[in-house]
């Protein structure tokens, strides 16, 4: 417990935005309340000083019981939707909690195309690089020949972060993407320069677009191995929103059967990676 000379109306609502304070109701309806509470704690904290002032001039026989707070009662409200607590987790501490604005786009891993970003430090000058992430930050320079200007980004996925940088033209073509908590398909080139890595970005598209597939093809014809087949086992789901058809056998005589998965564990996003249907 700590008094309102220690917590302040600004100390409190950080406390709030960031999530602290989730066990005693909604971030909005919180921050709607918050004025009255703090007024209520502020008139008992002058209560108690009065109390104690007049401790020694008054009969010990008329103390009476303090009196315990009226609850406060929440007002009508809009529920603080997970973006917003995103941007405020952010804005506070530096990272996600509630959340990663990526979470709910995981099963793009199930496609090899896509890299992380943490796998740029891994790649060569001049690779190709398709990857879906958001904007982490970003700063703005201006060219020295024609004073045009480009942005100098970090991005970020569930893998970690990597540098990116939008020239002129590009960022001209696709600043309006640029927003926090965006998805983001960003393709380019990797650039190596006094031994560190970013990215040349040559083209960018609102993560939007891409839709989970509602139908799968695994291949795992002439495996015959009983931890691969166990594995595999393990990843079916009836309730699953998937339909996945696995080919099995050998290949002069390819068999195959139909089950439902889902792509919301990391296990199972390894599992269909490795053996999708190229």
Not at 55 to 61: K, N, P, S, T, V
Not at 78 to 85: M, V
Not at 177 to 184: F, G, N, Q, R, S
Not at 228 to 233: F, H, M, S
Request: net charge positive; glycine share 6%; with cysteine.
């Amino acid at each position: 417990r700590v008094g309102t000379e220690l917590i302040n109306k600004r100390s409190a609502e950080s406390l709030i935005k960031s999530g602290a304070l989730d066990q005693f109701g909604d971030r909005n309806a919180l921050l709607k309340i918050m004025p009255e509470m703090l007024q209520k704690a502020n008139s008992k904290a002058r209560e108690k000083d009065s109390d104690q002032t007049g401790l020694f001039a008054i009969d010990f026989g008329d103390l009476q019981p303090q009196k315990n707070f009226i609850a406060t009662p929440f007002p009508s409200f809009e529920p603080a939707p997970d973006r917003e607590k995103m941007l405020w987790e952010k804005e506070l501490m530096g990272l996600y909690i509630t959340t990663h604005p990526l979470s709910k786009y995981s099963w793009i891993r199930i496609f090899s195309d896509y890299i992380n970003c943490a796998d740029v430090e891994n790649l060569t000058q001049d690779s190709s690089v398709k990857l879906f992430g958001l904007v982490s930050s970003q700063k703005f320079t201006f060219t020295k020949a024609k004073n045009e200007k480009m942005a100098i980004l970090t991005l970020e996925d569930e893998s970690g972060k990597c540098d990116a940088v939008l020239f002129p033209r590009t960022y001209e073509k696709f600043q309006n993407l640029l927003l926090e908590t965006t998805p983001l398909i960003i393709r380019g080139k990797v650039n190596v320069r006094d031994e560190k890595k970013s990215l040349i970005i040559e083209q960018m598209e609102h993560g939007a677009t891409l839709k989970p597939p509602k139908k799968l093809t695994l291949n795992i014809v002439g495996i015959n191995d009983p931890e691969t087949i166990a594995e595999l086992k393990n990843c079916f789901h009836d309730d699953g929103e998937i339909e996945v058809i696995v080919e099995y056998g050998s290949k002069a005589n390819v068999k195959s059967f139909t089950k439902k998965m889902r792509l919301d564990a990391f296990g199972v996003i390894n599992c269909v990676r490795k053996w999708i249907k190229r």
